[in-house]
């Protein structure tokens, strides 16, 4: 079983994201723990599609972030990154104001690949969206 490394952490992972869409975005991570990781973005004009709520894609940039570093933080021993090589969101709901959380737990934790689902919720704490993505593990 692939563990939580050590040597990553929340803070590990806010200078990791420096310069990078994620900051831009505005990702937070507020919690990191064995197969589970939680962040959060505070919604903002920018961040809305010209209809006035949130956009999809920032919606899948938290989502896809929280994934990415729970995979960063679980790689197995000698592998030196990972790449995404499928994902998939279901939109049930939606947001315009206030802070929204993603929080992703591993399905799957191979030597090759990891399989990740988050949950996104609206500052209500209603679900707002459905994310899985594939991992490939990279040597």
Known sequence: MT????????ESL??????????????????????????????RAEL??????LHAATVIGLA???????????????????????????FVGTA???TIRAVARAAHLGRSTQLWDATVTAPDG???????CTQMVLY
């Open 3 to 10: 563990a939580l490394r050590p040597d990553i952490t929340t």
């Open 14 to 43: 806010h200078v990791r994201q420096r310069g990078t869409l994620p900051e831009l975005l505005g990702v937070r991570v507020i919690a990191l723990e064995e197969r589970t990781l939680i962040a959060e973005l505070d919604v």
């Open 48 to 53: 809305l599609a010209p209809n006035g709520f």
């Open 64 to 90: 896809d972030t929280a994934c990415g570093y729970a995979c960063i933080a679980h790689l197995p021993e000698k592998a030196q990154n990972f790449t995404t090589i499928e994902l998939k969101s279901n």
């Open 96 to 98: 315009r104001a206030g």
């Open 126 to 132: 209603k679900t707002i969206a459905l994310f899985r």
